[in-house]
């Protein structure tokens, strides 16, 4: 979609993912590599009960469903940042994540391109919030031709 096809306050919503295991074991050995995501005895021991994603890795997870909806599609240009990231609940093997997305701002930076700012909401199969986010990117402009 190109830029002037979106709206402040739509809405989108992805399919769920699963996070296996050995997604999160192996992310966090490559990212992450902390107790309670790849050591099972320690993270037994630990106030988790168990593995648990990396933070990064949800945020990760978040935007790659985002990015499976291909509404940006090619007319993406880059990511301009990451704020306001939040960490609700712990991602558990064999989560099932969906991610609830809005549009809450807008603004044509140049003639070619806008940015857009996404709340992004992920929510595991009870429904309940594991990461909240504001994500912006550059998206083109529909181009602007010039009759001679």
Partial sequence: MKYHEFQVGQTFETAPTTTTKEDIIDFALKFDPQYMHID???????????????????????????VQLGLFGDDVIAGAGIKNV??????????????????????????????????????????????????TGLVKVEEVRHVK
């Fill in 40 to 66: 099972e005895e320690k993270a037994k021991a630990s106030m988790f009960g168990g593995i648990i994603a990396s933070g990064m890795h949800t945020v990760s997870a978040t935007w790659n469903a985002w």
């Fill in 86 to 135: 939040t960490f609700r609940r712990p991602v558990f093997p064999e989560d099932q994540l969906i991610v609830k997305a809005k549009i809450i701002s807008m603004k044509q930076t140049k003639e070619d391109r806008g940015a857009i700012t996404l709340y992004l909401a992920t929510y595991n199969q009870k429904n309940e919030m594991v990461l909240e986010a504001e994500v």
